[in-house]
């Protein structure tokens, strides 16, 4: 045991580990709300907003990491980190697509739920939009080292690996649940779009961190997952 591990300190009892994960995912809640108010739609200030709490949020993940002796180990880059994750950001694009055709078809009123949530981006054809692009890239990144980097492992330390990636899912979407009454549509009602997104989504980021150990190849996938959504929208305005 190398002299780094022999003085990373213990884990944290269930009753610390229940008020952050809480308070992460109630902030984060908080977070969303203020970003996604459609006063905000199409406005810089959505994604700063955004930006500036995962930021914040994330420099605490990765001081802990640093005091847990991980740091190094979490973000040591291996071979076909890119690949995995561009086949695994490719593969939920296209999840998203199919998702997207049942839930909310072409032409049916639920196609306002696709609408609303680029209105709330900002219009797709807009001159910059590859900086919005850029954008969403490091706040997904951000985003990821937060709940996989923070919130997964300090349950990991009280319920074991499994319950992990399962109650940090679940939290993960709960965070999201502002958008189901933010982004809703007339004639359409309740939009349920980026909660599924953030259920799937971070079920698979979940399990790639547990399945290789590090937060390289599920940062990668999600960020570049969130840009694809951006330069290659799901949803064009119609001639």
Sequence with gaps: MSGMDEQAPAPNPPGTVNALVLGVTLTNAGAIAYAFD??????????ASLAAFYALLASLALYRLHLRGE??????????????????AGVLYGAAHIVASIFAAP?????????RLYLQLGDPDAPGRSLVGVAVFGVAALEEIVWRGLVMPSIQDVA???RAVTFSTVLYAAAHLPTL?????????YNPLVLLAALGCGLVWSLLVLRTGRLVPALLAHALFS????????WQPRP
Aim: charged share 15%.
């Design 38 to 47: 459609p006063a905000r739609a199409g406005q810089s200030a959505m994604l």
């Design 71 to 88: 740091l190094v180990r979490r973000f040591a880059p291996a071979r076909g980190d890119i690949t995995l994750a561009a086949a695994t």
């Design 107 to 115: 032409g049916s009123p639920r196609e306002l739920w696709v609408v």
């Design 160 to 162: 074991g690996p499994w």
């Design 181 to 189: 009454v933010l982004l809703r549509a007339p004639g359409a009602g």
């Design 227 to 234: 840009w694809s959504i951006i330069e290659f929208p799901l």
